[in-house]
């Protein structure tokens, strides 16, 4: 079945530093890849969202990368700042016409000041 | 706005006990998802319904049931509850799905143990 793996599991940097989070997707008709933030004891946001039509997409400190051919995409912060702390999980549509999403594990990533 | 509602927030049962997981949005969302979370394993998809009369099975459905009677409510049951089904539940719902897929907005979770 379609899967999602996302690397590294957890992630420590000090303030100012950049984060980086990786995930690989198997199902090659996906066309959807969004990143969710979630805090302690909340439901998951998005924070940003990427289509397969695009390469990169930027807001602010955070954006992602999309490479089609590898099945791969990443998240990248930069200027890390301490609410950033919290775990982060990238998904991928189910197929070209899916309905739901697949979810990674998740990074814990902590900003340390 | 109330988003995405879920009730309970905590809940313990017993083995084998049935119950109820309740979930409403007032966004008029056609699509629901049910996802369970479980300790390093991330979010798996229970059951998700693209409008209400559709429900349809995702990657882990087997102990759980589903109804989707109305555009707003989107009620997960739980049969003879097992202790692998202790976990923290959250619905979420989205304007759009299929080739479409939008934002999913979550429920802030339902946290059940099963002893």
């Known amino acids: 079945g379609e899967n999602v793996e996302q690397h590294p599991s957890t992630l420590s940097v000090q303030e100012g530093d950049s984060a980086v989070i990786k995930c690989t997707y198997s199902?090659?008709?996906?066309?959807?890849f969004p990143w969710y933030k979630q805090e302690l004891g909340k439901g998951p946001q998005l924070i940003i969202d990427i289509r397969s039509n695009v390469g990169e997409k930027k807001d602010q400190r955070i954006a992602v990368t999309l490479n089609k051919t590898a099945k791969h995409f990443s998240l990248h912060i930069t200027e890390t700042q301490p609410e950033d702390s919290a775990v982060y999980f990238c998904a991928a549509s189910i197929g070209g016409g899916g309905t739901a999403l697949i979810f990674g594990k998740g990074t814990t990533l902590s900003v340390s000041s | 706005n109330a988003g995405v509602t879920q009730t309970p927030k905590f809940r313990i049962l017993k083995i084998g006990q049935s119950m109820t997981l309740q979930c409403t949005q007032d966004?008029?969302?056609?699509?629901m998802y049910w996802y369970r979370q479980d300790p390093g394993m991330g979010l798996k998809l229970i059951y998700y319904s693209v409008g209400a009369g559709i429900t349809d099975k995702g990657e882990v459905p087997n102990g759980y049931n589903v109804s989707r009677s109305t555009t707003e409510d989107f009620p997960l049951r739980l049969e003879l509850a097992a202790p692998s089904q202790t976990s923290v539940y959250f619905c979420?719902?989205?304007?759009?799905?299929?080739?479409?897929?939008?934002?999913?907005?979550f429920g802030e979770g339902s946290r059940l143990t099963v002893l």
């Open positions: 966004m008029n969302h056609n699509y």
């Open positions: 199902d090659s008709a996906s066309n959807y």
């Open positions: 979420a719902s989205s304007y759009s799905g299929g080739a479409n897929t939008g934002e999913l907005f």
